[in-house]
């Protein structure tokens, strides 16, 4: 499939091409039209761009869902997407976590070319039909409200409690009948002195300015990791501050199919950040997926929304962001040594965002600091990794990365933390992991 046979005419050939020579394109999600809910032209669709997969097989050592398509297809009485029951589909879409991988990296067919094959999107579009019909379970719906969760579970005298149970054994069985989190899956510490508590307000006369959209990962789970960026920022003479009042991006609404609630949170997002864009910041989140959605994703949604085109213009990766800083000439490098052997996991939503390894390289500025590159998938994604459905596939998705920490290696580093978590976890070595942004905090030795 997808080969050229024929009559040698040169406008034949300038016109059918195997894969695609150009730059991908993506198309907005026409979310609205009545035919995207329409199931029997959705598996017309699943249909067409599965038959252009099982031609390919490029994309088979990505994740779950194409080796699931392709024993599919094998097993099948016709050896063809034909002699697939359509019902098995969702076999397919259950275990996409649309890292968009398959989308950036490998598939030759993305728009422009006329096959015009956007899986991620595709099997989000088949994951809001099964969210419409009512067929997402109550667990999932739960464990991608991190936001509810993280405002309950985070209360003082509360945040002990849960962080206690998620280290006992026994709990954690109960854990995984209730809420249906693997009872192995490395699970994050809530905090009572969360992100807004910990921020202080300073006052800093400076071109650069900088609002942090903290996330609620930032916010409940990990507030040091964005204290760590602040005080980066601090120190290069960034004026910063703290984005007030916040949704959640809505990248676990969106990973399930809710798109409603995606656009609900979206719009609730909108008003404090287009204000802060008019004043002259720049937006930065330091959890890659958050980053992706203003960026990406919601721009796609929401395509004819103008403030979130200006946002998503304003939005920056946190070293995406540094490197502005050095291009103008306001980023001091007078780095501290650091005698240490990391292992730096390349985040998958950090990739497709197309920008370059900015992390990578201003790691190579630190004296002394030996990094190792895993430019592979985790496995985590943020509930993909903890259900109890897909948490042993997540582990070994990511087990080529865990195996390339060795015993000399002294840290996992990810721009995900709950990456690097995952693949700290799942080593065989005792190890811990963190974020980039504070090895350069230990590089300034602040």
């Not at 032209?41 to 050592?61: A, P, Q, T």
């Not at 096959?115 to 739960?142: C, I, Y």
């Not at 006052?203 to 760590?228: H, L, M, W």
Request: aromatic share 8%.
């Amino acid at each position: 499939m997808g080969y050229f046979y024929g009559s040698n005419n040169s406008n034949n050939m300038s016109k059918f091409k195997e894969g695609n020579l150009e730059a991908p394109t993506r198309h907005p999600l026409n979310w609205k039209d009545e035919d995207f809910y329409d199931e029997n032209s959705l598996n017309k669709e699943l249909e067409r761009v599965f038959d252009i997969c099982h031609g390919c097989r490029r994309c088979v050592s990505l994740c779950k869902s194409f080796p699931t398509l392709f024993d599919l297809i094998d097993e099948s009485e016709t050896f063809e997407v034909d002699g697939v029951d359509k019902a098995d589909y969702k076999k397919v879409v259950d275990q996409c976590y649309l890292c968009d991988l398959c989308y950036m990296s490998k598939c030759p067919y993305v728009p422009p070319h006329d096959w015009n094959v956007d899986f991620p999107h595709l099997m989000l579009r088949a994951k809001a039909l099964q969210f419409k019909k009512g067929e997402t379970k109550l667990s999932h719906k739960v464990l991608t409200s991190p936001q509810k969760l993280g405002s309950i579970a985070s209360k003082p005298l509360i945040s002990t409690v849960v962080n206690w149970s998620n280290k006992n054994k026994a709990l954690r069985k109960v854990t995984q009948t209730i809420l249906g989190v693997h009872e192995d899956a490395a699970v994050p510490k809530y905090h009572s002195k969360n992100l807004s508590k910990l921020f202080v307000e300073e006052k800093t006369k400076s071109e650069f300015k900088v609002a942090i959209f903290g996330t609620c990962y930032g916010e409940f789970n990990d507030p040091e990791t964005v204290i760590d960026l602040v005080d980066v920022l601090r120190h290069n003479n960034v004026e910063v501050k703290l984005v007030n009042k916040t949704q959640c991006c809505g990248m676990p609404k969106m990973e399930l199919g809710d798109l409603n609630s995606v656009v609900n949170y979206a719009n609730a997002n909108i008003k404090p950040l287009i204000k802060l864009v008019n004043e002259g910041y720049k937006l930065i989140a330091p959890i890659p997926s958050c980053v992706l959605m203003f960026k990406n994703e919601l721009p796609m949604i929401l395509s004819d929304n103008e403030d979130i085109q200006s946002i998503s213009k304003a939005f920056f990766d946190p070293f995406e962001y540094l490197s502005l800083l050095i291009e103008s000439s306001h980023f001091d490098k007078n780095f501290k040594a650091i005698d240490k052997e990391v292992l730096y996991q390349v985040a998958c939503h950090q990739r497709v965002q197309n920008i370059g390894s900015h992390t990578r390289k201003i790691l190579g500025l630190i004296p002394d600091l030996d990094v190792n590159i895993a430019e592979r998938c985790s496995g985590h994604d943020g509930t993909y990794g903890v259900r109890k459905e897909t948490h042993t596939y997540s582990v070994k998705i990511g087990m080529p990365v865990a195996k390339k920490i060795t015993d000399n290696t002294d840290l996992v580093v990810s721009d995900c933390v709950m990456a690097g978590n995952h693949v700290a976890h799942i080593a065989d070595q005792d190890i811990d992991s963190i974020h980039p942004i504070s090895l350069v905090k230990m590089a300034y030795d602040l």
